[in-house]
């Protein structure tokens, strides 16, 4: 009997415990001695973009899917070699989409008939060279390509842009919170808080103009870069007193 009731004190031992820790546990967080004010403000650099993302692609058509297939695979074949002869690497050219899709002809109270297949292999190719990045097209519709999309243009080293816009986001929040305190006759003592909510560097829409000009066909395709918003966005927590 005893050896039983030395192990039950063992095992409640702890449990007694319990309560204080919770009570612990619960205990609410110190309120700063103040009034809190929460502001949320957007910071803005501008950049030119460095960097166009174009998708060009071959699109054939034939009676039969193989050799659908067959001449796209040989047009396609002359882009790859356009671009790699125009000195953009490998790392910079991607497969994004490759399909081949049977082509009907529909009549009425009839089922559809098919006719033939088309085929489309399409890349998407990253200019480093915004400036040359038109005459590489019009050398990509020289070898075959039929398919193009874009630009979408972008930075391709954001931090450093992205670094003033939280800079500017900051100045704007405290600038913001100065206003609050003094139109409520008080004074900001310090930042409690500060969270990033938000940033933006990638692809803008492009501010592009893509064309050819019918009754000149040597010129070149003009892409304008344009400038591009990097934002970044804050929500700052102040102390007014």
Same mark, same amino acid.
């Given at each position: 009997?005893? #050896? @039983?009731?030395?192990?039950? !004190?063992?095992? !409640?031992?702890? #449990?007694?415990?319990?309560?204080?820790?919770?009570?612990? /546990?619960?205990?609410?967080?110190?309120?700063?001695?103040?009034?809190?004010? &929460?502001?949320?403000?957007?910071?803005? =650099?501008?950049?030119?973009? &460095?960097?166009?993302?174009?998708?060009?692609?071959? $699109?054939?058509?034939?009676?039969?899917?193989?050799?659908?297939?067959?001449?796209?695979?040989?047009?396609?074949?002359?882009?790859? +070699?356009?671009?790699?002869?125009?000195?953009?690497?490998?790392?910079?050219?991607?497969?994004?989409?490759?399909?081949?899709?049977?082509?009907?002809?529909?009549?009425?109270?009839?089922?559809?008939?098919? =006719?033939?297949?088309?085929?489309?292999?399409?890349?998407?190719?990253? @200019?480093?060279?915004?400036?040359?990045?038109?005459?590489? !097209?019009?050398?990509? %519709?020289?070898?075959?390509?039929?398919?193009?999309?874009?630009?979408? !243009?972008?930075?391709?080293?954001?931090?450093?842009?992205?670094?003033?816009?939280?800079?500017?986001?900051?100045?704007?929040?405290?600038?913001?919170?100065?206003?609050?305190?003094?139109? +409520?006759?008080?004074?900001? $003592?310090?930042?409690?808080?500060?969270?990033?909510?938000?940033?933006?560097?990638?692809?803008?829409?492009? %501010?592009?103009?893509?064309?050819?000009? /019918?009754?000149?066909?040597?010129?070149?395709?003009?892409?304008?870069?344009?400038?591009? &918003?990097?934002?970044?966005?804050?929500?700052?927590? @102040?102390? #007014?007193?």
């Amino acid at each position: 009997m005893r #050896l @039983f009731a030395t192990a039950c !004190l063992l095992t !409640l031992s702890p #449990l007694a415990a319990l309560p204080a820790a919770a009570q612990v /546990a619960g205990a609410p967080a110190m309120i700063p001695d103040g009034t809190i004010l &929460d502001v949320s403000a957007t910071g803005k =650099t501008t950049r030119v973009p &460095d960097i166009a993302t174009i998708r060009a692609g071959v $699109v054939t058509q034939n009676a039969t899917a193989a050799a659908a297939l067959a001449d796209n695979a040989k047009r396609m074949v002359g882009v790859l +070699a356009a671009l790699k002869a125009a000195g953009v690497q490998p790392r910079d050219i991607a497969t994004s989409n490759v399909s081949l899709q049977p082509q009907y002809r529909y009549a009425e109270n009839q089922p559809p008939a098919i =006719t033939g297949y088309q085929a489309s292999n399409t890349v998407s190719i990253r @200019f480093r060279d915004v400036a040359k990045s038109g005459a590489i !097209l019009d050398a990509l %519709v020289a070898q075959g390509a039929n398919q193009i999309d874009g630009p979408s !243009l972008s930075l391709d080293q954001p931090d450093a842009a992205l670094d003033e816009a939280r800079t500017d986001a900051i100045k704007r929040a405290r600038a913001r919170a100065d206003l609050y305190a003094k139109a +409520a006759g008080l004074t900001v $003592v310090r930042i409690l808080s500060i969270s990033e909510s938000g940033e933006m560097a990638g692809p803008q829409p492009p %501010v592009v103009y893509m064309a050819r000009v /019918a009754a000149a066909p040597k010129a070149d395709t003009a892409i304008a870069p344009g400038e591009t &918003d990097v934002t970044a966005t804050v929500s700052v927590r @102040f102390l #007014l007193k």
